[in-house]
């Protein structure tokens, strides 16, 4: 499981208004949740990942789904040497 919230809680001149508790100011605020998995394959140095996550109770903001596709893979210069046979 996965998920992330965020929101705005400053007006865009950067300052809090006084004594409002963050909840109640009226800016930008998202939140979503979802799943993640991911694949490692250390023999072979690479590993792949992907992520859903959607959107849910948006305001001052488009509503939307996040995918993500992620992948790596580590070069080996130089490479190492294979270990000797017995």
């Known amino acids: 499981m996965t998920g992330y919230d965020q929101w705005q809680v400053t007006p865009n001149g950067g300052f809090l208004r006084p004594a409002v508790p963050a909840r109640l100011v009226p800016f930008y605020s998202?939140?979503?949740v979802g799943f993640q998995t991911n694949y490692i394959a250390p023999v072979k140095s690479?590993?792949?990942?992907?992520?859903?996550?959607?959107?849910?109770?948006?305001?001052?903001r488009p509503q939307g789904r996040e995918i993500i596709f992620g992948g790596t893979y580590t070069f080996r210069i130089p490479k190492p040497a294979p270990p000797p046979k017995p």
């Open 46 to 60: 690479f590993s792949l990942s992907f992520k859903y996550e959607n959107e849910y109770r948006a305001l001052a």
């Open 30 to 32: 998202v939140h979503a």
